[in-house]
């Protein structure tokens, strides 16, 4: 797929044209210890490439160039005992399907004379200053030779818009992997709601859900974006990550965890209760998030716009807390107001790919985008009820829930991705109660 991705850029270039992409490069975590690496997505996207620092050059109509070039690590004996098997540029080509490729030394010299036949360069600036340094140098460099006859190219224009939009329709090839990431997120899911019980800590549930991932080859870390797990009135923490306190009686757990797989991300949320039975108060208010969820899914086609999906969980979502007192008085005038926010206060969802929050646009003049076959989209709507709010019924403080999926807009029904992650209340009830199977604790006896 990664051949074709590169094909579908080159459509959109000139003769003349030149463009520039580079690979993410490792962080350092602390002393000679670095975070796992995660290529750059929209150089994983074209070039399947998963080693840092890689270069990747494309170029159309210029005499003697080829059509995408890469440049690599060299192939290195004594690194790659340390640190692993490198490509190098015979598996650039013979693997990932380049046309040539190179060790990243022999980069300068090379761009440097490409650069001077080009008439506009791709180049998306920002993402590297040292790389940023050395085409502003280049460019000066070959301005400054003009007399002698030399054409620079005058043109820079940024190939990340026209990508975002190539990134948002999946191929068939990636569905593939959309789908796997989805349903590896799924079972994580399910497997937390069969293990959680009243004194299980928020970083159980997130260690067995990371095990899952890992479990079904997930990449590197096995998450797309770190996970939520937050119990009671945690969940009422939007981005909360500490995940350190014990789960309660009585209590909902809200877990936000999504696999990533092959580059691919899943993102999925689901909310439980701990005992693995919703009191009266909780399953009144999930239900209304559960048919906020619904009713936008329906319309996640084609003829609607990615506000519409918003619009329409906002309605349902108001229309619930009419009903459970939260609110009273006009429907249409709480949604005019924006008074709801108090409860709900995010977006109803985004798009979803390569990075959790895809690239892709979301209005285009002011005007929301249509939804399109091949566009993949979360729909996460919620209800968020602060434990001293006391502005609302006392039986729903302290509950936060949102139900997330992963929808895939296709010609018609839409697909649900993450359909294998239960949430229709008794589906959750039936998995919080399925049989737990306890693992193995630091008391247990290695030697029996
Ligand atoms: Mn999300």
Same mark, same amino acid.
């Not at 602060?386 to 509950?399: H, I, K, M, S, Y």
């Given at each position: 797929m990664f051949p074709q991705h590169r094909q579908a850029f080159r459509a959109q270039m000139q003769d003349g044209d030149v463009a520039l992409f580079p690979g993410a490069t490792l962080a350092n975590r602390n002393n000679d210890v670095d975070f796992p690496?995660?290529?750059?997505?929209d150089f994983w996207y074209l070039s399947g490439l998963n080693e840092p620092?890689?270069?990747m050059v494309f170029s159309k109509g210029i005499n003697g160039a080829p059509d995408d070039a890469l440049f690599v690590l060299p192939r290195d004996k004594k690194m790659e005992i340390w640190n692993g098997v490198r490509l190098? &540029?015979?598996?650039?080509?013979?693997?990932?399907?380049?046309?040539?490729?190179?060790?990243?030394?022999?980069?300068? +010299?090379?761009?440097?004379?490409?650069?001077?036949?080009?008439?506009?360069?791709?180049?998306?600036?920002?993402q590297n200053t040292i790389l940023d340094q050395k085409v502003i140098q280049m460019l000066a460099g070959l301005r400054r030779k003009i007399r002698l006859g030399m054409e620079p190219p005058h043109i820079l224009m940024d190939p990340r =818009?026209?990508? !975002?939009?190539?990134?948002?329709?999946?191929? =068939?090839?990636?569905?593939?992997?959309?789908?796997?990431?989805?349903a590896i997120s799924s079972e994580g899911h399910l497997l937390a709601m069969a293990q959680c019980q009243p004194g299980t800590y928020e970083y159980e549930l997130e260690a067995l859900i990371h095990n899952t991932f890992r479990?079904?080859?997930?990449?590197?870390?096995?998450?797309?974006?770190?996970?939520?797990?937050?119990?009671?009135?945690?969940?009422?923490?939007l981005h909360y990550t500490a995940n350190d306190q014990a789960v309660k009686d009585g209590d909902l757990v809200l877990i936000d965890a999504g696999a990533e797989y092959q580059g691919y991300a899943g993102d999925i949320t689901r909310t439980f209760p701990v005992n693995?039975?919703?009191?009266?108060?909780?399953?009144?208010?999930?239900?209304?998030?559960?048919?906020?969820?619904?009713?936008?899914?329906?319309? +996640?086609?084609?003829?609607?716009? *990615?506000?519409?999906? *918003?619009?329409?969980?906002v309605e349902v979502l108001v229309d619930g807390l009419l009903q459970m007192k939260v609110l009273s008085g006009s429907a249409a005038e709480h949604i005019e107001s924006g008074s709801y926010k108090n409860w709900y206060m995010h977006n109803t969802g985004h798009w979803i790919g390569l990075d959790v929050h895809d690239v892709g646009r979301y209005k285009v003049d002011g005007?929301?985008?249509?939804?399109?076959?091949?566009?993949?989209?979360?729909?996460? =709507?919620?209800?968020?009820?602060? !434990?001293?709010?006391?502005?609302?019924? !006392?039986?729903?403080?302290?509950?936060?829930?949102?139900?997330?999926?992963?929808? *895939?807009?296709?010609?018609?029904? =839409?697909?649900?991705?993450?359909?294998? +992650?239960?949430?229709?209340?008794?589906?959750?009830?039936?998995?919080?109660? !399925?049989?737990?199977?306890? &693992?193995?604790?630091?008391?247990?006896p290695i030697a029996s």
């Open positions: 690496f995660r290529q750059q997505s620092d890689g270069l190098g &540029p015979e598996g650039a080509i013979g693997q990932l399907g380049f046309a040539e490729a190179y060790n990243l030394a022999d980069f300068d +010299a090379w761009f440097g004379d490409l650069l001077s036949k080009a008439k506009r360069l791709w180049y998306g600036l920002g =818009p026209p990508l !975002a939009l190539q990134r948002s329709i999946k191929s =068939p090839a990636e569905m593939e992997l959309m789908r796997r990431a989805a479990r079904h080859g997930s990449n590197d870390s096995g998450w797309s974006y770190p996970a939520i797990v937050a119990g009671g009135n945690n969940a009422n923490i693995g039975k919703f009191n009266p108060a909780q399953k009144e208010m999930y239900e209304v998030v559960l048919a906020a969820l619904k009713a936008s899914t329906e319309i +996640a086609r084609p003829g609607y716009t *990615h506000e519409d999906i *918003h619009n329409k969980s005007v929301s985008v249509g939804l399109e076959p091949g566009m993949v989209m979360t729909i996460e =709507p919620g209800l968020y009820i602060q !434990a001293d709010d006391e502005t609302v019924p !006392a039986e729903l403080r302290g509950n936060g829930i949102r139900i997330e999926d992963d929808i *895939h807009i296709t010609g018609g029904d =839409p697909e649900v991705l993450t359909a294998a +992650a239960p949430k229709e209340v008794a589906d959750v009830e039936a998995a919080c109660q !399925a049989e737990r199977i306890a &693992p193995p604790t630091l008391e247990t």
